[in-house]
């Protein structure tokens, strides 16, 4: 893919962050467990890149937070550009790893982006609760990162490889297959 291509899709992941949330926004229990921002984050990594789902995932929380008003600057947003731009780093650094590309190559990636932003936002948070002087216990962390956040994860989980796999059967974005790594070594 082409850095032109590249951008204009990062562009779009970005629009899509920044309206995503006006879906599930209405209700806020909803959203919160839904996490609509993660999505495109999540394939911006991985059909783009690591450094765009990095900067996309940096961008998205705090932009909108200027422009809408959420989520709040601090500690919420902040907390939240550590956080999305480590799922779209990873997701976009594990995805790549595989010679296969398959959904069960996009299932492993969206496990480790998962994990590992959650565990970024946790670390985050425990920060920006210390600078104010409030706590954040590992049951916050918790309960926030991982209880709440259950139907968003399974949805994603189930959303975004069957994205993957769509784009692949139409022949928008081919999954790599092993032989045509070797190929072109």
Known sequence: MKPVQKLTLAALFLALGLVLPFFTGQIPQIGNMLCPMHFPVLLCGMICGWKYGLGIGLILPIMRSLMFGMPPIFPQATAMAFE??????????????????????????????????????????????????????????????????????????????????VLDKTSVLRFKQAQETGASA
């Open 84 to 165: 999305l731009a480590s799922y779209g780093a990873l997701s976009g650094l594990l995805y790549e790893r595989f010679s296969n590309q398959s959904i069960g190559a996009a299932f492993a990636s969206l496990i480790g982006a998962m994990l590992g932003g959650r565990i970024i936002w946790g670390i985050v948070m425990t920060i920006l609760m210390h600078i104010v002087g409030q706590p954040y216990t590992f049951g916050m962390f918790f309960t926030a990162a991982f209880a709440n956040a259950v139907p968003g994860i399974i949805v994603q989980l189930l959303l975004i490889p069957l994205v993957l796999a």
